[in-house]
Every structure is written in structure tokens, then in C-alpha cells.
């Protein structure tokens, strides 16, 4: 039997391809799985080991046991539209219209996918930076769209700002910006995101920002692209409940757009999701009007947890680079002798007893190369499990 399809597309673009034709795990669960195998504790695939707020989930289980479990609409229920809307305004001063400007998605991906099949065409550009979330690299692939990357190197992981202005042109549909960064933990700075939209405008295109860490930053503030002068008409936000209130496995995010470009998106969306899950969207509204005190707390004690795990990853013998923000912090490995961090990812499980992730799995070959001896170690996991990580990465100097 021969399997047509773009499934091969979506695998080479995010470099999943065997020649043979076959396709690898994503690198989140091969390295759950290898952590899972071993024993190890996983510092690799980002997911907390806590859960969120009790008010969260018990909304959530008041919902199912209240009935709401049947399809609720497309675009996603009225009350979770508007905690949306109203978290935009709260805390960044954005006003959407809850009935023409948010759409519920199945989690940011489906955020992701829904866009980026709405809006490119066959053989349209889109420019990310590298390293860059695994999923960007398979969905513009499955749109046919052409992936161009904009370095982020060390120190700093912030880009050149003549690389950024040489790489979007007149080809460029989209540009694709995530900050708070996965993997590097960059906050992007505000010069960098004004160049974005100038240059959106230069080139006309439209931005699309990927903002599912916007809560969890140690430093530099969050400032979510739309905001930005000139750039709300043409940004598509997105983010998702996963990161804010521990609830991965929930798959509730949504955009927040101007209503030409919602009504493009739902147009995919329905037909990729229909709709998402009913008694999940109570319990994210019920987050998203959490006091304030809530979302400085979750970035306070995750601050914490990148010192105790950074002092540890650094005693070990490891350059870090500064995380600002997300739940990630990279490392280079190469002060300890090892220069490829694939094959050290690989062995650290029986070296340390700790699971991490080469940083070039969030490249492409060609850039691959220059991240050789750097790993991602995630730090949303608890205090004693992050201190006996580092107490075990130690053992590494000996
Ligand atoms: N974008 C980035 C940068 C992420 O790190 C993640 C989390 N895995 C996602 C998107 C996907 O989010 P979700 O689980 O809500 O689909
Ligand atoms: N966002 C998480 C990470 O970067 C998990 C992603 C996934 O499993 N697809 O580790």
C-alpha cells in the first residue's frame, strides 16, 4: 500500500523524515520516553509536575457534573470569550470584541495550525526565529508555506536586527514571533518587536504571535506585539491555559485578532476541531479572572525555580544562559567536555539520572551545527526534584 498525503510534507518540515521513509517521535516524547525507560528525572519534555489552582479544577469538575458536556459552540462558549477578552484589557490594555474578535482553539497549536492553513498560499514565506518550536517547522510545511529563520545566537538570543530586515521581503505572508522564547527563555526586546511591525508594514504582512508564556517572565515585562503602535490590525495573538494554570493536558487556548482574520481562522478551525472541550472552557475563564496576585505568583515561584536549577546547572560545570522567561533554560555543555549535545542527552539519563533536550531539535541542520553542545533543561517541576537534579548533575564534574 502506498500512503500519499502531506503527512511527509509536515514530517520533513519538522525534521521527522526518515530517508527511508519513516517518521520519528516528536523530541518531547522521545525524551519522555527515554526518561520514563531509565528512571531519570525529565527536565525535558516542559510540562509542571503541580496542579494549578484548585478554583481551576473544581470549575472544571462542577462543569461535568453540571452537564456541560455536550458540543459547545465553534468559536467557544460566550463566558470564556469574554474572560478572554477581558484578561486582553486587565492586563495589556487590548480591547477585542468577545463575539468578533476571540476564538477558542484546541490548545495554541491548534491556534497555529488553524492560522497558518488559513492564511498562507502555496509557496508564501514565513519568517521565524531559529531556534524555533518544533510545531512551526510541520505546520508552515503543512501549508505549503516556505520556512525562512532569523538566528538567535548567544549571548542573549536576541536577533540581529539587519539579519531580521534582510530576511522579511515581499514573499513574506507571515512573520511568526514567540516571546516569551521556547527554547531560549528570551524575552525579546522592544526594539526588536517594533522592527517587526514596521517591517509587517513595509512588506505587508501579518504577524502572528505565538505569547503562551505571556505570564511567566523574571525580569524584562511581557509586552505582548499588539500593543505595539501600528500593529494590532494586522497581529493574530495566541496563547493557551496550558502554561498559566499547569493544565497541558486541557488543550483550551485561543487567538485574539481583528474579526476579518478570526473569521479566516474559523473557518479552518471548524473543520480541524469543530469544537473544544466543553467543561475545560468554565474552568480557563475562571483562571483568566484570577486576582493578579495569582499571575505575579506563578512567575515568582518559577523564578525561583530557574535559580535553583541554573546555581545547580552552573555548579555542575555548565555555561548557562540567563532565562528571562518561559520554563526553560539552556545550558552548553561543552565546558564539560561534551560537544555534542545529542549524544550527551542521550547518555545523560545513566550519567546523571536527568532527562534534557538538545537545542538542535528546535533547529534546522545548517543551524543545527552552531547549537552542537547546547541542551534545554526545564524547570517547572518541583523544589526537591529540581534540587536533586542538581544535586545529581553535580556528579558530573568527578
Ligand atoms: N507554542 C510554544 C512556544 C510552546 O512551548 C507550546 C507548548 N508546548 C505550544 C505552543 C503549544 O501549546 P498548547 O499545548 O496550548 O497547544
Ligand atoms: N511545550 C513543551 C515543550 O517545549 C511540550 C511540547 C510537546 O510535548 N509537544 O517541551
Known sequence: MTVNGSWRRAARGAGLLGDDGSVAATIFAEMSALAARTGAINLGQGFPDED????????AVSAIRSGENQYPPGIGTPDLRHAIA??????????????REV????????????TLLALLEPGDEVVTFEPFYDAYGALIALADGIHRTVPLRLPGFQPDLDELRASVTDRT???????????????????VL?????????????????????HLTFGPRHVP???????RERTVSISSGGKTFNTTGWKIGWITAPAELVTAVLAVKQF?????????QPAIATGLRLPREYFTGI???????????????????FAVSPSDGTYFVVADAAPLGYRNAVEFCKALPGLAGVVAVPLSAFCKDDFAERTASLVRFAFCKRIDVLERAAAQLAELKH
Open 272 to 280: 480541524l476541531t469543530y469544537v473544544n472541550g466543553a467543561p475545560f
Open 52 to 59: 494549578g489552582p484548585a478554583e481551576v479544577l473544581s470549575a
Open 86 to 99: 477581558e484578561h486582553q484589557e486587565r492586563f495589556y490594555e487590548l480591547r477585542f470584541d468577545p463575539d
Open 173 to 191: 505572508r507571515v512573520i511568526l514571533v514567540n516571546s516569551p522564547h521556547n527554547p531560549t527563555g528570551t524575552v525579546l526586546t522592544r526594539e
Open 194 to 214: 517594533e522592527t517587526i511591525v514596521d517591517l509587517a508594514h513595509r512588506h505587508d504582512a501579518i504577524i502572528v504571535t505565538d505569547e503562551v508564556y505571556e
Open 299 to 317: 512567575a515568582d515561584s518559577l523564578r525561583h525555580k530557574r535559580d535553583v536549577l541554573s546555581d545547580g546547572l552552573r555548579e555542575a560545570g
Open 103 to 114: 476564538l477558542v482553539t484546541a490548545g495554541a497549536t491548534e491556534a497555529l495550525a488553524a
Open 225 to 231: 506585539i499588539a500593543t505595539v503602535p501600528g500593529a
